[in-house]
């Protein structure tokens, strides 16, 4: 039915929100024209999470996360890119995370999961 899932970045600076997912980041991507750039993402994955728990509660919304095998070397590396974070890596419970900022853009999680990745199961 479904061959892949499209995820949508709005962005103030669309032109510099690209160039980071194709320099820093260094996705594949393919050029429609106009300037327009579509970056291979790699597997995906799709959790539904409640908006209200014991002790918190969050809007309806939506959020991106790019996972990694190694938060640490990642953030390394995407530092000497020029990436900039907003946070030190810390234990969420459910995977080590952080959040990097995309000019143009909101900042978006990095996140090293404590669970084996459904996107990567046979």
């Keep these: 039915m479904f061959t892949a899932m499209h995820t949508l970045i709005y962005a103030d600076d669309a032109d510099a929100a ?24 790699g597997p995906s994955e799709l959790g539904v999470h409640p908006t209200a728990g014991e002790g918190w509660s969050t809007p309806r919304h939506h959020e991106i996360t790019l996972t990694c095998t190694d938060i ?25 995370t952080t959040e990097v900022e995309v000019p143009g ?5 990095i996140y090293q999961p404590k669970y084996d990745l459904p996107a990567l199961m046979d």
Excluded at 19 to 35: C, I, K, N, Q, S
Excluded at 77 to 89: D, K, N, P, Y
């Design 72 to 96: 640490e070397a990642t953030v390394a590396s995407l530092t000497e890119r020029g990436a900039v974070f907003t946070r030190e890596i810390r234990d969420d419970g459910f995977g080590l």
């Design 105 to 109: 853009a909101d900042p978006v999680m």
């Design 18 to 41: 690209r160039a980071f997912f194709r320099d820093v980041l260094e996705l594949p991507h393919v050029d429609t024209g106009g300037g327009w750039l579509i970056f291979k993402t």
